[in-house]
DNA sequence: CACTTGACCTGTCCGC
DNA sequence: TGCGGACAGGTCAAGT
C-alpha cells in the first residue's frame, strides 16, 4: 500500500490523536506475525505506558512510549490503522468512511486506551507488523540502516538525489526509484507519476540519465508526494487514513491506473506494462 | 556486491 | 455460476 504521502497522512492523523493516551491493553486477533511480542512483555512494556509521539522514517510508523519502547508498524500492501475514539465503535460518519464497525474481519491487532478509545491495526493479506522494541534500538534494526535518505526533508538536494543512485548504474530507474535503499519512501503510486512529471520512459537504464533528467525527477517526485500528502494520500482499494477516510490523490494521477485514457500532456494513450516486477503505468510518446 | 525471482497472504477480477 | 490463473500499493531471502 501505503507509499511516503500515506504513511505520513496516517502520521499526522496519529499525531493529533493519540499523543498523552495511556495503553491498557493490546493483543492480536488471530494473527500472531502481526504482533509477535510475547505477552509478558507487552504487559512489561507497554501496558500503563504513555504515549509520547508519532514518527515516520520511509514508510515506518513510530510510536514512542514513555517506556523506552516504541511500537514500530510497516503497513506494507493492505494495513490500515484506525483510530476510533466513541464508546460504540461504528462507522462514525458512514459518508465519508470507507471502513464500517471495528473491529471488522480484517482487524489483526487492537490496542486500547484508559479513556475508552482504541486503535485498530487492519490488514486484509497479513503482510504488514506491528513490533515493540526499545526506541535506542530502533536506529539499528537491518532496514533503518540500509534505507536511503528522506525525498522530502528541506536539505535533501539534487546533488544527493543523483548520487544515491550511482551504485544502480545498470538497472533501470523504474526498479531503482522501488529500491528503499537508493531514496526512502518511493512505491509503484509515486514511481510511475514521477517519471511521468520527468518524460522519463521508466525501461531506462539509471546510468543512460543526464544530469539535467535527474533533476527534472528529483523536482516531479518532490511536488508529486508534496501534491499525494495535500490529498491525504491515495486510495485505490485498502487505504485509509487514521480516521479511516480515504485519500483523494488518485483523482490528480495522470498514469497510475489510467491506461487507456490520454495523456494529459500530449493526448497518446496511456498504457500498462509489466515491467521490474510491478504494474508499470506510462505514456510511450512524450517519455523518452 | 548487483540484480532477479519467488515467497509471504487474502481477495478480486477476468477469461473460459 | 464455477474454476483457474493473474494480479494487487512492499519487503525479504535466496538464487544467479
Given at each position: 500500500m501505503p507509499e511516503l504521502p500515506e504513511v505520513e497522512t496516517v502520521?499526522?492523523?496519529?499525531a493529533t490523536l493519540i499523543p498523552g493516551k495511556l495503553i491498557t491493553a493490546a493483543r492480536h486477533i488471530e494473527s500472531p506475525k502481526s504482533f509477535p511480542n510475547a505477552e509478558s512483555d507487552v504487559r512489561e512494556f507497554m501496558f500503563g505506558s504513555t504515549i509520547l509521539h508519532v514518527k515516520r522514517r520511509a514508510k515506518v510508523l513510530l510510536i514512542e512510549l514513555d517506556s523506552g519502547y516504541s511500537l514500530v508498524i510497516h503497513l506494507k500492501m493492505t494495513g490500515q490503522l484506525v483510530f476510533r475514539g466513541d464508546q460504540v465503535f461504528g462507522a462514525g460518519h458512514p459518508n465519508d468512511s470507507l471502513i464500517g464497525e471495528l473491529p471488522d474481519r480484517s482487524t489483526r491487532v487492537v490496542i486500547e486506551f484508559s479513556d475508552g478509545s482504541k486503535l485498530f491495526f487492519n490488514d486484509q493479506r497479513k503482510f504488514g507488523w506491528v513490533k515493540l522494541m526499545p526506541t535506542l534500538e530502533v536506529p539499528n534494526i537491518d532496514f533503518m540502516q540500509?534505507?536511503?535518505?528522506?525525498?522530502l526533508e528541506a536539505d535533501f538536494s539534487p546533488e544527493q538525489f543523483r548520487e544515491r543512485f550511482a551504485r544502480r548504474a545498470k538497472t533501470n530507474i523504474k526498479a531503482a526509484l522501488l529500491d528503499q535503499t537508493v531514496i526512502a519512501g518511493v512505491g509503484n503510486i509515486y514511481a510511475d507519476e514521477s517519471l511521468w512529471g520527468a518524460k522519463i520512459d521508466p525501461h531506462r537504464l539509471v546510468g543512460s540519465l543526464r544530469r539535467g533528467e535527474f533533476n527534472l525527477l528529483y523536482e516531479s517526485l518532490r511536488s508529486v508526494?508534496?501534491?499525494?500528502?495535500?490529498?491525504?494520500?491515495?486510495?485505490?482499494k485498502n487505504y485509509v487514513n487514521a480516521e479511516g477516510k480515504r485519500g483523494s490523490y488518485m483523482d490528480f494521477a495522470n498514469v497510475f491506473r489510467r491506461?487507456?485514457?490520454?495523456?494529459?500532456?500530449?493526448?497518446h494513450e496511456i498504457i500498462k506494462i509489466r515491467w521490474a516486477g510491478r504494474g508499470t503505468h506510462y505514456c510511450p510518446n512524450c517519455q523518452k
Amino acid at each position: 500500500m501505503p507509499e511516503l504521502p500515506e504513511v505520513e497522512t496516517v502520521r499526522r492523523g496519529l499525531a493529533t490523536l493519540i499523543p498523552g493516551k495511556l495503553i491498557t491493553a493490546a493483543r492480536h486477533i488471530e494473527s500472531p506475525k502481526s504482533f509477535p511480542n510475547a505477552e509478558s512483555d507487552v504487559r512489561e512494556f507497554m501496558f500503563g505506558s504513555t504515549i509520547l509521539h508519532v514518527k515516520r522514517r520511509a514508510k515506518v510508523l513510530l510510536i514512542e512510549l514513555d517506556s523506552g519502547y516504541s511500537l514500530v508498524i510497516h503497513l506494507k500492501m493492505t494495513g490500515q490503522l484506525v483510530f476510533r475514539g466513541d464508546q460504540v465503535f461504528g462507522a462514525g460518519h458512514p459518508n465519508d468512511s470507507l471502513i464500517g464497525e471495528l473491529p471488522d474481519r480484517s482487524t489483526r491487532v487492537v490496542i486500547e486506551f484508559s479513556d475508552g478509545s482504541k486503535l485498530f491495526f487492519n490488514d486484509q493479506r497479513k503482510f504488514g507488523w506491528v513490533k515493540l522494541m526499545p526506541t535506542l534500538e530502533v536506529p539499528n534494526i537491518d532496514f533503518m540502516q540500509k534505507v536511503g535518505p528522506e525525498p522530502l526533508e528541506a536539505d535533501f538536494s539534487p546533488e544527493q538525489f543523483r548520487e544515491r543512485f550511482a551504485r544502480r548504474a545498470k538497472t533501470n530507474i523504474k526498479a531503482a526509484l522501488l529500491d528503499q535503499t537508493v531514496i526512502a519512501g518511493v512505491g509503484n503510486i509515486y514511481a510511475d507519476e514521477s517519471l511521468w512529471g520527468a518524460k522519463i520512459d521508466p525501461h531506462r537504464l539509471v546510468g543512460s540519465l543526464r544530469r539535467g533528467e535527474f533533476n527534472l525527477l528529483y523536482e516531479s517526485l518532490r511536488s508529486v508526494m508534496n501534491l499525494a500528502i495535500e490529498k491525504g494520500g491515495s486510495t485505490d482499494k485498502n487505504y485509509v487514513n487514521a480516521e479511516g477516510k480515504r485519500g483523494s490523490y488518485m483523482d490528480f494521477a495522470n498514469v497510475f491506473r489510467r491506461e487507456g485514457h490520454k495523456c494529459p500532456r500530449c493526448g497518446h494513450e496511456i498504457i500498462k506494462i509489466r515491467w521490474a516486477g510491478r504494474g508499470t503505468h506510462y505514456c510511450p510518446n512524450c517519455q523518452k
